[in-house]
T-cell receptor, first 114, second 114 residues
Framework: AQSVSQHNHHVILSEAASLELGCNYS??????LFWYVQYPGQHLQLLLK??????LVKGIKGFEAEFIKSKFSFNLRKPSVQWSDTAEYFC????????????FGAGTILRVKS | NAGVTQTPKFQVLKTGQSMTLQCAQD?????MSWYRQDPGMGLRLIHY???????DQGEVPNGYNVSRSTTEDFPLRLLSAAPSQTSVYFC?????????????FGQGTRLTVV
């Protein structure tokens, strides 16, 4: 079965600091990879996705993620965070062999101090 | 542009009561699913459906029933609510079960069982 591990549950940063959130998954086959964001009191929104091609994926709001197949990783990055990036971030994986069911990590709560 | 609509947004139940969480999508998506979100555990799949008339269990199906009589609707039924079912529930849909699909989420239903 697939599993997703997010390295940090809580991250606190000051504005303008750089962000990297770790995500590792367990499945060795072909995967689809996603990062979702949940702002306080809101539903999940897609930040970015990787299906194939360039392993460096750019998403909305200045976020990017790099797929490293050899490390089973899909880390999320942002060079300079803003107070408005305060949210919970979820990494998710799906694979055709598992019926494309989305499997989520436990989430990372990011708090950006102004 | 409704997307995925969940009702109600909030609900308080007494232990033993039953209720149905509604989910509807207007994007003609084949694939629909229900997740529950609990602090520190991410989103866990309860049930899913790959098309009208077809449903299957996810990771945490106990205490929940689903049906899919139409493409648009995917209600989640709690037969006898328990405090352990206090959670935030999200419905999601995606175009197909094929490769390269992303999930679209509803606004969530916050359920408290007392």
């Amino acid at each position: 079965a697939q599993s997703v591990s997010q390295h940090n549950h809580h991250v606190i940063l000051s504005e303008a600091a750089s962000l990297e959130l770790g995500c590792n998954y367990s499945y060795g086959g072909t995967v689809n990879l996603f990062w979702y964001v949940q702002y306080p009191g809101q539903h999940l929104q897609l930040l970015l996705k990787y299906f194939s091609g360039d392993p460096l994926v750019k998403g909305i709001k200045g976020f990017e993620a790099e797929f490293i197949k050899s490390k089973f990783s899909f880390n999320l990055r942002k060079p300079s965070v803003q107070w408005s990036d305060t949210a919970e971030y979820f990494c998710a994986v799906s694979a055709m062999e598992y019926g494309n069911k989305l499997v989520f990590g436990a989430g990372t709560i990011l708090r950006v101090k102004s | 542009n409704a997307g995925v609509t969940q009702t109600p947004k909030f609900q308080v139940l007494k232990t033993g009561q039953s209720m149905t969480l509604q989910c509807a999508q207007d994007m003609n998506h084949e694939y629909m699913s229900w997740y529950r979100q609990d602090p520190g555990m991410g989103l866990r799949l309860i049930h899913y459906s790959v098309g009208a008339g077809i449903t299957d269990q996810g990771e945490v199906p106990n205490g929940y029933n689903v049906s899919r009589s139409t493409t648009e609707d995917f209600p989640l039924r709690l037969l006898s609510a328990a405090p352990s079912q206090t959670s935030v529930y999200f419905c999601a849909s995606s175009p197909t079960t094929g490769k390269n699909t992303e999930a679209f989420f509803g606004q969530g239903t916050r359920l408290t069982v007392v």
